[in-house]
């Protein structure tokens, strides 16, 4: 069915049951970023594949709002599609709500005058339906149907939930057992005053009981629960996806198995007082029915205590083990990375390269080393204009041939047994301009700024956001993504609420964190440039005015030398830019062949002002 088909069918749908809209979320029960074939209803509804947005049908129009990564990206998807593209956050786009009120005031009439909007609960998180149903009451007393899933009367070919196979994590890379980290979780819940708590996160799951799944493209996790009391812990799940050894092993560790379907049963049948319930990573339909439950009807409804999952900051904070396998894995993804830039230059001059070539080859570097499990998200080659794209993504209609002249933009990352991996580079194939030259030295700037930053403990990312953007800043130059993320280990690329970007968000950085420091500038139909490292948080120095912190960089690999405009950098900055290749080469040297090694030491020799 071509798109508009599908939005005919479900109007047919929205006429029987007298809905004047129906909202698509993009996320799925456990309000994961990326998620499985089977909950891509946005994505199917409207043809448009970013990791964000939310669609929205009327009888009579249909809109898909997205953040600023994405654009450029849903101009192109939504193209001869009724969808209009609303840019969120930008001044004049309506809100989700303010856009329905108005398109329910406009088409309203005297034998239709419907003011029911529907929604699936069971895929938006408690938090974002109650501002929903908050914002559709101010515009006119808008209604919402949480209950409704409006696509199984028309998504006949929907993929199944996925039932691939967990497997178990070993001790070897978690550092930590299940019942170690158990215990600290039941620490934290009594310092909440909970009982227990409903962990519906995929990778809190996945990180908490050492185990890992493949049910999501690039993220190692499996579609569960895990319903944790003061004493016992209950993993709901397919148990066709658990073979002989993980049955064993669950068992071992004392958690209970039960079909994932049950989890509504599950909560129904929880003995506890009170329960931990984040209504940030709970769905609505779940938390309502906690909500309005009673034990066997003659007690109060479970008490719930409203708080951010505690596992959501413990897993930031990497053990040993851990941060000694994220050292490894990008000592593996530094020499991949190398070999593929090695090969990258002279393959474009040869001819015959193309943006999904590179990014195939630049694969097939990673696959060769040890412990390597996949890619840790869709690899980002854009050439040129599409390098303005943040979220680019080649196909077989968009694919660009490489030339040997300006700059292709590199986003790409690895899984590894011991660790995710996530690296930009952009690369000058030949020729530049000088406005390519500038814009890339000016992201250079940013980006050693917050690399080589100190800064007192307890701090949070927004309040270091600035350190990257003030060289552009002071240019007229800004972007609209976040700085920088978290990273899991062996888990989701994107990871925690720590982060650095200009919205308020105040999770401090912990020593033990890692956290990408990523600025660009996207010129749209010209070019685009990237520097991403992923860095450490680790201590700097102890004073009278406390603990400081500084980052240390794990990602080994050249930042390619020819478009910087050395003049623009201060004394300073070229001492960072040389120590950090110095590094990049003492670490990544003993690892390669002589002709890599000749390859590297002409990449990380350092500059000097007089060079240009």
């Not at 309502?288 to 959501?312: C, F, M, W, Y």
Request: proline fraction near 5%; include cysteine.
């Amino acid at each position: 069915m071509h798109i508009n088909e599908r939005l005919s069918a479900l109007r047919e749908v929205m006429q029987r049951e007298s809905l004047a809209a129906v909202i698509f979320p993009s996320s799925d029960p456990h309000q994961s970023e990326y998620v499985a074939d089977h909950w891509k209803c946005r994505e199917w509804i409207s043809g448009f594949d970013g990791s964000a947005g939310t669609a929205v049908v009327t009888l009579e129009k249909a809109a898909l709002w997205t953040d600023s990564r994405y654009f450029l990206a849903a101009e192109e998807q939504l193209r001869g599609t009724e969808f209009l593209l609303m840019k969120q956050n930008m001044p004049g786009t309506p809100t989700i709500a303010q856009w329905i009120g108005q398109e329910i005031r406009n088409t309203r009439h005297p034998k239709q005058d419907w003011t029911e909007v529907a929604m699936d609960g069971m895929v938006s998180s408690t938090n974002e339906v109650r501002q929903l149903i908050a914002d559709l009451r101010r515009e006119g007393g808008i209604t919402l149907r949480t209950c409704f899933d409006a696509l199984r009367h028309i998504w006949k070919d929907r993929p199944p939930v996925p039932a691939r196979p967990v497997e178990i994590y070993p001790l070897e890379y978690a550092g930590e057992t299940t019942a170690s980290k158990l215990e600290r979780i039941r620490r934290e819940l009594r310092k909440l005053h909970a009982d227990g708590m409903l962990m519906a996160s995929l990778d809190d799951i996945a990180w908490t009981l050492n185990l890992r799944g493949s049910d999501v493209h690039c993220n190692p996790v499996f579609v569960s629960y895990l319903l944790i009391s003061s004493k016992s812990a209950k993993l709901f799940v397919n148990r066709a996806k658990l073979t002989p050894e993980v049955q064993a092993y669950l068992k071992a560790e004392g958690i209970r198995v039960d079909d994932y379907e049950n989890v509504r049963s599950g909560l129904k049948n929880y003995f506890e007082y009170n329960i931990l319930l984040d209504p940030d990573e709970v769905n609505y339909t779940l938390f309502d029915l906690v909500k309005n439950h009673q034990h066997g009807g003659t007690r109060s409804p479970i008490e719930i205590v409203e708080a951010e999952s505690p596992v959501k900051r413990m897993k930031t904070v990497k053990n040993p083990t851990e941060i000694r396998g994220f050292r490894q894995a990008m000592l593996r993804d530094g020499i991949a990375m190398t070999q593929f830039l090695r090969w990258l230059r002279p393959a474009v001059e040869a001819g015959g390269q193309t943006e999904m070539t590179v990014g195939k080859q630049l694969e097939a570097s990673r696959a060769r080393q040890p412990l390597f499990r996949g890619i840790s998200f869709d690899t980002i080659a854009g050439y040129e204009a599409h390098g303005a794209i943040v979220h680019y993504e080649a196909t077989p209609q968009t694919d660009a041939a490489l030339a040997p002249h300006g700059l292709l933009l590199i986003d790409s990352g690895g899984q590894y047994m011991d660790g995710t991996t996530d690296i930009t580079r952009t690369v000058s194939l030949g020729p530049l301009t000088d406005e390519q030259r500038r814009v890339y030295t000016l992201v250079l700037k940013g980006h050693l700024h917050l690399q080589n930053a100190v800064f007192p403990a307890g701090a949070s990312g927004t309040q270091l956001d600035a350190l990257a953007r003030l060289p552009l800043w002071k240019n007229g130059l800004n972007y609209l993504h976040g700085t920088g993320h978290g990273v899991g280990c062996y888990l989701n690329v994107h990871e925690g609420s720590h982060q650095i970007r200009m919205e308020w968000k105040p999770a401090p950085l912990v020593a033990g964190m890692t956290v990408t420091d990523e600025p660009g500038i996207y010129l749209a139909d010209r070019f685009g440039v990237r520097i991403e490292n992923t860095l450490l948080v680790v201590p700097a120095l102890q004073t009278e005015f406390g603990e400081f912190l500084r980052f240390e960089p794990l990602t080994l690999c050249p930042i390619d030398k020819a478009p910087v405009v050395v003049e623009m950098l201060t004394a300073e900055e070229i001492g960072w830019f040389n120590a950090y290749h110095e590094r990049v080469f003492d670490v990544l040297a003993p690892h390669l062949d002589d002709e890599g090694r000749e390859w590297l030491r002409d990449a990380c020799s350092p500059i000097e002002q007089e060079e240009c």
